[in-house]
């Protein structure tokens, strides 16, 4: 007996939704912590970046679940092992910036 291809379930059209929001929404939260980046430069932002990225690969790896590429148990091991990311990112942008010495103050212009 030869098994019989089923075409993958069509997503509830709800969670689609919710999806699209939380996708764009954490890439506008990227593309705004980049540009930070850019003007600051220093490590304690290059950590913001790269967790507001495990935010928005967290939406991605959720899609992937959702239209099938992804077994269940992979997307729940992604999900915890980004969250730990997300967590250990923003841990090490705090140790950074308190670190840090106070910066010089600005001058008046």
Do not use: K
């Not at 913001?48 to 997307?75: C, E, I, K, Q």
């Amino acid at each position: 007996m030869r098994p019989v291809a089923h075409a993958a379930p069509s997503p509830d059209p709800g969670l689609l939704g919710v999806h699209l929001l939380a996708g764009v929404g954490s890439g506008l939260l990227l593309a705004l912590a980049v540009a930070a980046l850019g003007q600051r430069g220093s490590r304690s932002y290059l950590l913001v970046v790269l967790a507001l990225a495990a935010l928005l690969a967290r939406t991605l790896v959720s899609a992937l679940a959702m239209f099938g590429p992804l077994d269940a148990g992979m997307h729940h091991f992604a999900e915890h092992a980004l969250d730990a990311m997300l967590a250990t990112f923003l841990l090490g942008a705090i140790y950074y910036a308190r670190s840090a010495g106070p910066s010089a103050p600005e001058e008046p212009q």
